[in-house]
């Protein structure tokens, strides 16, 4: 078991799942940096956040120790990820995390189960494609954004999934969500998906916050009331 120091944050991933490129990440303190500065950034105590893929539970824990455990909802797609992440969560006594399993869509509609594609990086996984290998997808539960959003009312969301941001902006988001960061995955998808992601989003009462949007992390932030 591989442990390392990022940002203040405990973080412990099995030799298994440890690749050349995720342990110079960690040990650079490059993991996420870009997502966990906006975070740092924007979030403020007592909001409510809710996380889009996991990874190994850096950024739930960060959000944790500004906002409280209680606040921060997360999910993970990949099953092999859930006792990563529960321990990771443990270790920096943030255990309050809700952490949810499953694969996250735009459409109400649908079977309850969705396919999912693993790799031998775990940052790599996502939601299959229609080629992908039959060895390596698995069927993990289907969550719908909508519900998602309803039911834990978020202030702050936060998400990378692996180029399935391409269908979570197909209709106007609530008022309560004040601030979306998610990174962007240009290569899964034609550049007219972001600029719908963006008009989604601007239609929604969000304006691009320049701030801590880096690279390709993306982030909009609610406009005030005049």
């Not at 997502?35 to 824990?61: D, F, K, N, W």
């Not at 209680?70 to 321990?87: D, F, K, Q, Y």
């Not at 255990?95 to 790799?119: C, K, M, N, S, Y």
């Not at 239609?203 to 880096?214: F, H, L």
């Amino acid at each position: 078991m591989a442990e390392y120091e990022v940002n203040g944050v405990q973080l412990a991933l099995p030799d298994a799942m440890l690749t050349d490129r995720i342990r110079d990440k960690l040990v650079s303190g490059g993991y996420e940096a870009h997502e966990a500065r906006a975070a740092l950034m924007r979030l403020r105590p007592g909001q409510r956040v809710l996380e889009l893929g996991s990874g190994l539970g850096y950024i739930a824990t960060l959000c944790a120790g500004i906002t409280g455990a209680e606040n921060v909802v997360t999910v993970e797609a990949n099953p092999h990820m859930l006792p990563v992440i529960e321990a990771n969560l443990a270790r920096n006594d943030v255990a309050g995390v809700t952490l949810l399993h499953g694969a996250v869509t735009g459409q109400a509609e649908g079977p309850d189960r969705i396919g999912f594609q693993t790799g031998s990086a775990f940052w790599g996984a996502h939601i299959a494609t229609e080629d992908a290998r039959s060895a390596a997808v698995i069927y993990v539960p289907r969550l719908v954004l909508g519900d998602l959003l309803a039911r834990y009312r978020p202030h702050v969301v936060i998400m990378d999934v692996e180029g399935a941001e391409e269908h979570l902006f197909d209709a106007p988001w609530p008022d309560h969500v004040r601030s979306v960061m998610m990174e962007l995955h240009p290569a899964r998808y034609p550049d007219m998906v972001i600029k719908r992601i963006v008009d989604c989003l601007s239609a929604s009462g969000m304006t691009y916050d320049p701030g801590p949007s880096r690279g390709r992390i993306l982030c909009m932030r609610r406009l005030r009331s005049a």
